[in-house]
């Protein structure tokens, strides 16, 4: 991404897009270790689900395993990305 960023915009740095995609980045990382949902208009949004416990089965032995909680994150693309993608 960074490489076809730079290469696309010629008067900035390779350097310079690093930085910025990685800022990006890493504000919707910590936005989402708060909790707290990230909107980019026209391409998405990032949210964590949360997952509550549950009992599953190995399914090599049959054996009930218990599966603790967990949140993962989640990305639901924005109308504007959906059908860029269905063209």
């Known amino acids: 991404m960074i490489a076809k960023l730079a290469a696309g915009y010629p008067q900035l740095l390779a350097k310079d897009v690093e930085f910025a995609v990685n800022v990006i980045l890493d504000a919707i990382s910590k936005s ?9 208009r ?35 693309a924005g109308r504007e990305l959906r059908e860029r993608v269905d063209r």
């Open 32 to 40: 989402m270790v708060k909790g707290e949902r990230t909107e980019i």
């Open 42 to 76: 026209g391409f998405g949004s990032f949210d964590i689900n949360h997952r509550p416990p549950r009992t599953a089965r190995n399914p090599k032995t049959g054996e009930k395993v218990a599966v603790p909680e967990k949140c993962v994150p989640h990305f639901k």
